[in-house]
């Protein structure tokens, strides 16, 4: 007869059994840990839906340890591409793809009869300059104001939204020169005709990189001598507008906030220049910018352009300068296409009518607040909506089950401004 193990079981099975329900017990405790490493991330209080927000901040930072099997930019163009919604038209707007200057765009075309010219709205997807196109969720959320409009509205508003190329496999000034093309294109007379669109009437957006984009374009619309048409708005939701300070008080405070890190912009506005990593290791050291170049700190100094309470007791310090080389083998980052924020004033007056988002918990909000100040010092008539309860990239948050109530407010209020402005 065999005798009795430790646990009551047969002998020859007595010893296993603990060692095995420790391992496993070992294996969940690990497996529980590792989950909760992930989807737990401390959320500012005044953040509404913390756990929808958790959720999506975890699978921005699972990436980081994706990095070492795959480049970056390569994971997060994998998630990105299964984002992508076919085109989708209904008994309100016709969707369609097609093609302006040789770079896909996405149409979103009203079918109900106008009693006059149409509004048109030129959108520019965002996703650090490296992701995305015109069929990603934020596109086509954007899109879904269209049908909003077209079934409430007086009018109809046409939206063309575009896919720009994209880092690591182009670098600045390709995403720019494709938005640019694009734009140029639509307001030829003989195309705003072709769709009914009143050339006074015009309005490019775009948010994060596409924002900086619009921004971009607006600006050099006003030197091109060869476009008569005047846009009449630009949107720019959480825009980037400069590399030169990446410091600022927005970075200090939302280092590793929800959605949008600092080190994550760091890598974005790195690859949107190029892979070399002595730049991107530059700039999360704030030190990529030469001291021939110290004249342009005028234009990002926050301690002037931001309002008191987004100061917030920081205390200004002088830039510490980098090696000249960098900025000799990758000048875009000073280029004023690329960072609308280092133009100087003159270069501001003229843009039209501007809406601009901003987010308390976003790195990238003391950008669209000094842009905010300094268009308003030059005369510029701008709308500032700032989002004290809100991070970075909220209004993609939209649609299904990741919508967020946030993302809906700040979403019908960009909606009140075009229908009101445009």
């Keep these: ?22 391992a496993k017990l070992l294996c969940l405790f690990l497996t529980s840990a590792l989950i909760a490493y992930y ?15 958790m959720f999506a901040s975890a699978s921005f930072r699972a990436l ?18 299964i984002e992508y919604v076919e085109p989708t038209s209904d008994e309100n707007v016709t969707v369609m793809d097609t093609e302006f200057s040789n770079v896909a765009v996405r149409l979103y075309l009203p079918r109900r009869a106008s009693d006059g010219p149409r509004r048109a709205v030129l959108f520019f997807h965002g996703g650090g300059w490296c992701l995305g196109q015109a069929g990603t969720l934020c596109s086509v959320s954007t899109g879904v104001c269209v049908q909003d409009l077209n079934v409430a509205g007086s009018n109809t508003l046409l939206l063309a939204s575009n896919s720009y190329r994209l880092a690591p496999k182009y670098h600045f000034p390709t995403q720019f020169e494709d938005v640019y093309s694009v734009t140029k294109f639509f307001l030829q007379s003989s195309v705003l005709s072709q769709y009914g669109v009143d050339p006074d009437r015009v309005c490019v957006a ?30 720019l939701i959480y825009p980037a507008l400069q590399s030169l300070d990446l410091n600022l008080p ?11 890190s ?47 309470e987004m ?22 980052f000073l280029d004023p296409r690329a960072a609308p924020l280092l133009v100087s004033d003159d270069r501001l007056r003229g843009l039209p009518l501007t809406y601009v988002l901003t987010c308390e918990h976003d790195v990238l909000r003391d950008d669209g607040a000094m842009y905010v100040e300094r268009l308003r010092a030059v005369g510029v008539p701008v709308t500032h909506e700032h989002a004290k309860d809100a991070f970075h990239g909220a209004m993609t948050f939209v649609l299904g089950p990741a919508k967020l109530a946030v993302g809906q407010r700040l979403f019908n209020r960009y909606i009140e401004w075009l229908n009101k402005n445009l």
């Design 250 to 260: 927005s970075y200090q405070e939302n280092e590793n906030k929800p959605i949008l």
């Design 262 to 308: 600092k080190s994550l912009t760091v890598k974005f506005w790195s690859e949107y220049f190029t892979s070399d990593s002595s730049l991107r290791e530059a700039m999360a050291l704030n030190r990529h910018v030469p001291v021939e170049y110290s004249h342009l700190f005028q234009f990002v100094n926050w301690s002037n352009l931001l309002p008191a």
């Design 39 to 53: 989807i737990y991330t401390p959320i500012p209080e005044d953040i509404e839906e913390p756990w929808k927000v």
């Design 1 to 22: 007869m065999q005798g009795r193990g430790r646990w009551g079981l047969p002998a020859h099975l007595g010893g296993a059994v603990p060692v095995d329900m420790g």
């Design 206 to 235: 775009g948010d994060s990189a596409g924002g900086n984009l619009a921004a971009a374009v607006a600006q050099q619309l006003l030197e091109d001598s060869e476009v008569k048409t005047k846009l009449r708005a630009q949107a």
């Design 64 to 81: 980081g340890h994706l990095l070492g099997l795959m480049h970056y930019m390569e994971v997060l163009g994998l998630i990105t591409s």
């Design 311 to 332: 100061k917030k007791g920081h205390v200004y310090t002088s830039p510490t300068f980098g090696s000249p080389e960098l900025a000799q083998k990758y000048p875009g």
